[in-house]
């Protein structure tokens, strides 16, 4: 069954950094694009970033570009998340998920359990 499991949240300073790793098992990592979303205290969902697969393709929200990037290793089958210049705007349980996918709707063909982020002094 597919399983996507997050990992690398915790506590960072504002400026701070943090790699978000998402491991994917039980489909064919390579053949799917992938999403961050995330969910703040109180907020609704959030996309993030995406990447296509073939030449992995990335896209942002207007809210982190500049300051995150994802990235995929598909011998791995494990998808990231760098977190540069933090800010307390950050702060929210992320979750990876799997195509098919819809920013709009925010359905998504899977989830993870997701990983919390706190960015706070």
């Known amino acids: 069954q597919v399983q996507l499991v997050e990992s690398g949240g915790g506590l960072v300073q504002p400026g701070g950094s943090l790699r978000l790793s998402c491991a994917a098992s039980g489909f064919t990592f390579s053949s799917y694009g992938m999403y961050w979303v995330r969910q703040a205290p109180e907020k609704g969902l959030e996309w993030v970033s995406a990447?296509?697969?073939?030449?992995?393709?990335?896209y942002y929200a207007d809210s982190v570009k500049g300051r995150f990037t994802i990235s995929r290793d598909n011998a791995k089958n494990t998808l990231y998340l760098q977190m540069n210049s933090l800010k307390s705007e950050d702060t929210g349980v992320y979750y990876c998920a799997k195509d098919p996918g819809d920013v709009a709707t925010m359905i998504f063909g899977s989830w993870g359990q997701g990983t919390q982020v706190t960015v706070s002094s």
């Open positions: 990447i296509n697969t073939g030449i992995g393709s990335t």
